[in-house]
């Protein structure tokens, strides 16, 4: 399920229940940014939560700590997984 997906329904605070924290890519961020994305998501990634940070990838991911969402090049980096 995507971020977008968990905003729109609701649910996007079962995040840092998983995960410590996420890292969402500048590009995955611009994309929810786009003017014919529902504005309830363009207000949620305009000031994300304190568990969300937004920041261009450091490198490829190791596997272990990234998710790639099926609609985008770049990796969902997330830390500290329990």
């Known amino acids: 399920m995507s971020i977008n997906s968990l ?3 609701g ?8 995960y410590s924290h ?3 890519p500048q590009a995955v961020a611009g994309d929810l940014q ?3 994305t529902p504005e309830i998501i363009r207000a949620w ?10 920041q261009s990838p450091h490198g ?5 700590h ?3 969402l099926p609609s985008h090049q770049e990796p969902l980096y997330n830390t500290g997984v329990p």
């Open 66 to 68: 990234s998710v790639i």
């Open 22 to 24: 996420v890292v969402i």
């Open 7 to 9: 905003v729109l329904i």
């Open 45 to 54: 990634i305009a000031a994300p939560p304190s568990w969300c940070t937004i």
């Open 11 to 18: 649910h996007v605070e079962i995040l840092p229940s998983l």
């Open 34 to 36: 786009h003017p014919r």
């Open 60 to 64: 490829p991911p190791d596997g272990e």
